[in-house]
């Protein structure tokens, strides 16, 4: 294969498979094939607050959420190309805590805005038109407008290279949209309308949906294979 930004690795075909050796990779090489093959991913526009009490927002679809026994979501944050940390990372260092708001479809726009790599000292939140609230358990604030917004505590950094880093969070308070949850805490993923990453400059989204129930050992035995509903 020939992409237009000049990769010219082509693996090894066998059988309709094309398979790749991350070691004779460039990082640049395994990262396409990540993200191109990881999809959708979650988005977390999060927001942080630093030393001068400014705050400061920033989109990563390197995130995910690990467990609930804790609760601990990740974040995979990428140095700046002179290797030193940004803005998201040294504020999560020296605050100890970050919020993860979700990104709807329609925060697309303005989760875009704050991907601009503007000048320090300029605010992404102002730029992209997004109100802030106060955190309940943080001293870091979260986007009025997520549909669903998770105040963390930092739990530990995973040193794991000289590219990025590894954020864990424990998750200490959730903001959601009244409508989007009910007394059960059933939520509802059409009014969340999330939006996730895919290769490149793509997204997703998560209108179309559909239900496929897990299947019991008895069911499986005797072919009993459930159907998929439309959500």
């Not at 990082?27 to 999809?39: H, Q, T, W």
């Not at 503007?118 to 102002?126: K, M, N, Q, R, T």
């Not at 009014?191 to 793509?202: E, F, N, P, S, Y």
Request: proline share 6%; net charge negative; with cysteine.
């Amino acid at each position: 294969m020939s992409p237009a930004d000049g990769t010219t690795c082509t693996g090894t075909i066998s059988a309709g498979t094309r398979s790749f050796d991350f070691a004779a990779l460039s990082p640049r090489e395994r990262y396409k094939i990540l993200i191109g093959s990881v999809v959708p991913r979650p988005i977390a526009l999060v927001t942080t607050i630093g030393t001068d009490g400014r705050a400061n927002a920033a989109p990563f679809s390197f995130f995910n959420c690990l467990s609930a026994d804790p609760a601990i979501v990740a974040l995979g944050i990428e140095f700046r190309a002179d290797g030193t940390p940004k803005d998201t990372g040294r504020n999560i260092r020296d605050t100890g805590c970050f919020t993860v708001n979700i990104v709807s479809d329609a925060l697309v726009e303005a989760m875009n805005v704050c991907a601009t790599p503007f000048a320090p000292g300029v605010d992404e939140l102002a730029e992209a038109g997004l109100e802030i609230r106060p955190g309940h358990a943080v001293a870091c604030p979260w986007i009025a407008r997520a549909p669903a917004a998770l105040e963390c505590r930092l739990h530990s950094f995973l040193e794991i290279g000289n590219s990025r880093e590894i954020v864990l969070g424990e998750v200490l308070h959730a903001h959601l949209r009244a409508d989007a949850v009910d007394e059960r805490l059933h939520i509802d993923p059409a009014v969340i309308d999330a939006v996730g990453r895919m290769g490149g400059h793509g997204y997703a989204g998560t209108r179309q949906r559909f239900d496929l129930p897990t299947m019991s050992t008895s069911d499986h035995i005797a072919g009993q294979m459930p159907n998929r509903r439309n959500g």
